[in-house]
């Protein structure tokens, strides 16, 4: 989240950001109790997969390599697109579709066409 706000944020507000402490180590520490990247999956690694948007312009590419990195290198699906447009490109809902087969879920729902 703190890369998130500084990727994000204009350099006025990275300028006033630090003035008040808001980034820095305290920032880093708090999240990293909460970070994907660093807390150790649960899930068996067979099972874990990562949809990552070539486009994405909310969390970038590197963040999913990263994250793909700090889980062992799982499964990673690339697709041409950003954060939100998952839900309207078919080859997503195709990959998706196999995953949930793969694991037992079999029948509708809305990533069966």
Do not use: C, N
């Amino acid at each position: 989240v703190p890369m998130l706000f500084s990727g994000h944020s204009s350099r006025k507000h990275k300028r006033i950001a630090q003035e008040l402490g808001i980034f820095g180590e305290g920032l880093d520490e708090l999240y990293r109790l909460i970070s994907p990247a660093i807390l150790t999956p649960q899930v068996p690694h067979d099972a874990r997969y990562i949809l990552a948007g070539r486009a994405d312009r909310i969390t970038r590419p590197q963040q999913a390599e990263r994250l793909w990195e700090a889980w062992d290198r799982p499964s990673i699906e690339w697709f041409d697109g950003g954060h939100v447009s998952y839900f309207w490109t078919r080859s997503v809902h195709r990959h998706i579709q196999r995953i949930l087969a793969r694991h037992g879920f079999t029948g509708g729902g809305p990533w069966s066409g």
